[in-house]
C-alpha cells in the first residue's frame, strides 16, 4: 500500500456489490439533477405565464378577444387552458337555449376543475422522483458502506497482528458509498422542499383565478 | 409546447452532466493532500548517492591540472557494527544483521601539497587507480547496504505480522534471537541469545519466527549479500507498544 490511495484506484479496488450501489447512486445524482434543473425552469415559466395572463385578464380586454389570442387548446398551457376550457364550455352550454344558468355554471366549473387538475399533475410532475432520491440515497449509500466495513473486517480476521493500514482502504473504499448518498441525496431534498412549495403557490393561483373567472361568469349568466 | 419542453430538458442534462463532470473532475484532480506526505517518506537512499557524488568529484580534476597535488587515496576500512537498521515505524521487533562490516567507510581524499619536481606520472596512475577501485567498492558496499536493510524490513515485517504477545510481556523486556537461514530462505534454525527472563516472553518470540517460516523474497537476493547479512541474523524483541 505504499502507492498512494487515488479516488478511482479505491472505487475500481471495492467490491462488486458497493460498486453497484455508486454506480445506482451516481445515476440517481444525475436524473435527480436533471429533474432539478428541467423542474426549475418549468416552475419558474409556470409562475411567469401566470402573472403575465392574469394581468392580462384583468386589463380589461374583451373575453372573446383573449380566448382567441390564447391560441388553440392543444398548445394552451397553465392558466390559459384553464380560462380556454372553462370559457368554451360556458359559450357552448349558454348557445343551447333549453340551458337553464345553473347548469351552465355547473358545466363551466366542472370543465375548469378537470383543467385545473391537469395543471396541478403537470406542476407536480417528477417531484416524487426528487422525494425517493432524497430519502432513499443515503440509505443506499449507508448501505454500500456497511457492506464495505463488513467485507474489510472479514479480511481483517485472517491477520494476525491486525493494523490501521490493513483496514485503511476498504473503509476509506466503503464511506465513499455514503459520500455519494449524501451528495444525491442533499440537492434533492432542497429541491423537493423547494419545487413543492413554489408548485403549490402557483397551483393556489390558478385556483383563486379560476374562482374569479366562475363569478364573473356567473354574473354574465344571471344578468341575462 | 412539445419543442419548449424537448429544449428545456437537453438544457437541464447538459446542466447536469456538466455538474458531475466538474464534481468529477475536481476529486480527482485535488484527491487528498496526504499525497506529498506519503511521498515524502522514502528518501533514505537518495541522501547517500548525493555524498558519493560529491567524493567522486573531487579527485579527478587534480591530476590533470597540476602535477604537484597527488591525491592519495587512504582507504580505511573501518568494521562499524552498525546497530539496528533505524527504528522502523511502529517497530516491535528489532531486526540487526548481525555484525554489519562496512569495509570500505568513505576513501578520504588527501591532497598533499608537496612539490615535487619531476611529474611521476605513472605512481599517479596507480594511485588513481586504487583510489577509484576504493571507490567502487564502497559504492558496491553502500548498494549492499540498502538492499541488505530493504530485506530485513521484509524479515521484520513478516516476524512481527506473526508476533503474539503473551499476556505477560511488560515493557522493557528483550529477547535477542540468532536465527540461522539459507539461500532459499528457508529457517534452520533458532536460539535465544539473550533471555528475557520471561519464558513465555521468549517462547512467544521463538514462535513467531518459526510462524514466520521461510522468507521467499531472499532468493532474489545475490549470495554474496546474503552470506554477509543474512546467513545468520539477530532479531531484538521488545513490546514497545504496550502500556504496561
Same mark, same amino acid.
Given at each position: 500500500m505504499t502507492e498512494q490511495l487515488s479516488l478511482w484506484s479505491l472505487i475500481a479496488d471495492a467490491t462488486i456489490l458497493v460498486q453497484f450501489v455508486m454506480l445506482l447512486l451516481f445515476v440517481a445524482s444525475i436524473i435527480s439533477w436533471v429533474m432539478i434543473v428541467q423542474r426549475g425552469l418549468y416552475l419558474r415559466t409556470a409562475s411567469r405565464n401566470l402573472r403575465q395572463f392574469e394581468d392580462n385578464f384583468w386589463s380589461g380586454v374583451d373575453l372573446n378577444e383573449l380566448y382567441h389570442d390564447?391560441?388553440?387548446?392543444?398548445t394552451a398551457e397553465g392558466l390559459t387552458s384553464v380560462f380556454r376550457a372553462g370559457f368554451r364550455e360556458f359559450n357552448r352550454l349558454t348557445q343551447q337555449?333549453?340551458?337553464?344558468p345553473e347548469a351552465v355554471m355547473e358545466g363551466t366549473e366542472r370543465s375548469m376543475r378537470v383543467a385545473l387538475s391537469r395543471e396541478e399533475e403537470k406542476l407536480n410532475r417528477s417531484l416524487p422522483f426528487l422525494a425517493s432520491v432524497a430519502s432513499v440515497s443515503p440509505y443506499i449509500g449507508l448501505f454500500g458502506t456497511v457492506w464495505g466495513i463488513m467485507n474489510a473486517f472479514r479480511g481483517l480476521a485472517n491477520v494476525q497482528q491486525a493494523t490501521l493500514a490493513t483496514v485503511a482502504p476498504g473503509i476509506s473504499e466503503a464511506l465513499i458509498a455514503t459520500a455519494m448518498g449524501l451528495f444525491a441525496a442533499i440537492p434533492a431534498v432542497l429541491a423537493y422542499n423547494r419545487y413543492s412549495a413554489s408548485a403549490d403557490s402557483v397551483f393556489s393561483g390558478y385556483e383563486t383565478f379560476a374562482e374569479e373567472f366562475s363569478s364573473i361568469l356567473h354574473r354574465r349568466v344571471h344578468s341575462n | 409546447m412539445l419543442a419548449s419542453r424537448f429544449v428545456s430538458f437537453s438544457i437541464a442534462i447538459l446542466v447536469s452532466l456538466a455538474l458531475h463532470s466538474f464534481v468529477i473532475y475536481l476529486l480527482v484532480s485535488h484527491? =487528498?493532500?496526504?499525497k506529498s506526505l506519503r511521498k515524502a517518506a522514502p528518501p533514505k537512499y537518495v541522501q547517500a548517492k548525493l555524498v558519493q557524488l560529491e567524493e567522486k568529484a573531487k579527485p579527478k580534476p587534480k591530476p590533470k591540472s597540476k602535477p604537484k597535488p597527488k591525491p592519495k587515496a587512504k582507504p580505511k576500512p573501518k568494521p562499524k557494527p552498525k546497530a539496528k537498521p533505524k527504528p522502523k515505524p511502529k517497530a516491535k521487533p528489532k531486526v540487526k544483521p548481525? #555484525?554489519?562490516?562496512?569495509?570500505? #567507510?568513505k576513501p578520504k581524499v588527501k591532497p598533499k601539497p608537496e612539490p615535487k619536481p619531476e611529474p611521476d606520472s605513472q605512481k599517479m596512475q596507480q594511485d588513481l587507480a586504487s583510489a577509484l577501485a576504493a571507490e567502487e567498492e564502497f559504492l558496491v558496499a553502500e548498494n549492499d547496504e540498502q538492499l541488505a536493510s530493504s530485506y530485513s524490513a521484509y524479515i521484520f515485517d513478516r516476524v512481527a505480522g506473526n508476533w503474539n504477545r503473551p499476556p505477560s510481556a511488560r515493557r522493557g523486556m528483550e529477547v535477542q534471537l540468532s536465527i540461522q537461514l539459507v539461500p532459499t530462505g528457508q529457517l534452520i534454525s533458532v536460539s535465544i541469545v539473550k533471555s528475557s527472563g520471561n519464558a513465555a516472553f521468549d517462547r512467544s518470540a521463538e514462535q513467531a519466527v518459526h510462524k514466520a =517460516?521461510?522468507?521467499?523474497?531472499?532468493?532474489?537476493?545475490?549470495p554474496r549479500v546474503f552470506e554477509q547479512y543474512f546467513r545468520q541474523l539477530h532479531l531484538v524483541f521488545r513490546p514497545e507498544d504496550l502500556r504496561l
Open positions: 390564447s391560441g388553440n387548446q392543444t337555449s333549453s340551458a337553464d | 484527491w =487528498g493532500p496526504e548481525k #555484525a554489519k562490516p562496512k569495509p570500505k #567507510a =517460516g521461510r522468507f521467499e523474497k531472499l532468493q532474489e537476493l545475490p
